[in-house]
């Protein structure tokens, strides 16, 4: 099967956007706030912006050493589909959560939600990753990991520039971007209803 036609078939069309639109959404919210710590000149707990603006980067990479071996035991344990749908679950929590950090511009509260979209992403890493052999053929699987290898960076791509240019719209750029970061995380959600079912690989592993 061609790529073309993998990408327009149920057993990977729904995972591919599912993971599309969080890896957009991931960096549409990372580089809003950014620039928002950047622009304002903020300065938190005796951190300068240009401090706060590292810190966010290690913010969002820190559950990837944290929880990667624990969201690789669930991915085993839990049937995927399930997982996913969940993970996608809190996404849309964490960011309405956002909406109202964004609205007070609460900038201690919207690098705390920012851990917590990488402690999700860190969690889907590994099922979006270990369902495809579940649902493709063999000689699919190079195809499909291509496909979500390329899917991710263009959502990171797109996220960051969106980020930055809804961010910088004057007066009303961080609810813009509050209200557009729940709408992904809710599409996202849409998507992961569409996954087939992937049982588990080891439900008996103990975390």
């Known amino acids: 099967m061609s790529q073309l036609q993998l990408i327009k078939s149920r057993r990977f069309l729904p995972l591919f956007c599912t993971q599309f639109l969080g890896g957009f959404n ?16 903020t300065s938190l707990y005796g951190f300068d912006s240009n401090m706060l603006v590292v810190i966010s980067g290690g913010i ?88 979500i290898s390329m899917g991710t960076f263009v959502a990171i791509l797109l996220g960051t520039i969106l ?15 509050a209200v557009m970061v729940v709408f992904f995380a809710v599409l996202g959600f849409i998507a992961s209803l569409f996954i087939p079912k992937a049982e588990a690989a080891e439900p008996e592993i103990q975390l």
């Open 26 to 41: 991931d960096n549409v919210y990372k580089n809003a706030l950014i620039i928002l710590i950047t622009f304002q000149g």
């Open 60 to 147: 969002f990479i820190l559950p990837f050493f944290l929880v990667s071996a624990t969201g690789g035991q669930l991915a085993d344990k839990y049937e995927k589909s399930m997982l996913i749908q969940r993970i996608k679950i809190l996404e849309i929590v964490i960011m309405m959560l956002a909406v109202i950090a964004f609205y007070f511009d609460s900038i201690l509260i919207l690098m705390l939600l920012l851990f917590l979209m990488g402690a999700q992403s860190t969690l889907f890493g590994p099922l979006k990753y270990g369902i495809l052999p579940q649902h493709l053929q063999t000689e699919e699987l190079i195809g499909g990991n291509g496909l």
């Open 163 to 177: 980020g930055g240019l809804l961010i910088a719209i004057p007066e009303y750029g961080g609810h813009i971007v």
